[in-house]
């Protein structure tokens, strides 16, 4: 069962117009990210992201994280400032049948003719607030130590 998302968040991740960065990695451990904006929200709470290419490295590095237990990221950014970044486990690849089908039709009926190599499932397990007023707050809370000296002088 996926980790369960505000409201908020599904509406972020469901706009076409929020930035969506996939990232993966290779089979030495090196980073890979990729601008996506075919990400979206199930209504169970999982993730999808529609790849488009056979050759990807993407690709390769989500069926490599599948088959190894090994986690991927997808960092979203909206309009507003907010930022999160959605860590979790591939789940499951579709390369034909219903829900292939479906995934296919609706982005050649948005997009036009566009190629559909395989609709990737993520189960999320780790949500982190990215957004600036969030990291700046828990730092102000947490790291008294990191605040400038500037800030701590009295100007009177």
């Known amino acids: 069962m996926a980790i369960e998302m505000s409201k908020q968040l599904v509406n972020l991740i469901n706009d076409y117009e929020t930035i969506k960065v996939l990232a993966t990695v290779d089979e030495k ?3 890979h990210s990729i601008l996506n904006q075919h990400v979206t929200v199930l209504e169970d709470g999982r993730l ?3 790849e488009h290419l056979e050759s990807s490295r ?3 590095n989500f069926t490599r ?4 237990d090994q986690k991927v990221s997808i960092t979203v950014v909206g ?5 999160w970044q959605i860590k979790g486990k591939p789940e499951r690849i579709i390369v ?6 479906y995934h296919y039709k609706k982005l050649r009926e948005i997009f036009g003719d566009i190629d559909l190599a395989a609709v990737c499932i993520i189960e999320p397990e780790e949500l982190i ?7 700046f707050e828990n730092q102000e ?3 008294l130590i990191f605040k400038h000296l500037d800030r701590l002088a009295r100007w009177d």
């Open 141 to 143: 809370k947490d790291y």
């Open 58 to 60: 993407s690709y390769k």
């Open 29 to 31: 451990g090196q980073p």
């Open 79 to 83: 309009k507003n400032g907010a930022s």
């Open 129 to 135: 607030d990215e957004s600036f007023g969030v990291q």
């Open 96 to 101: 034909s049948g219903p829900i292939f089908e």
């Open 65 to 68: 994280s599948l088959w190894y």
């Open 48 to 50: 999808v992201y529609l």
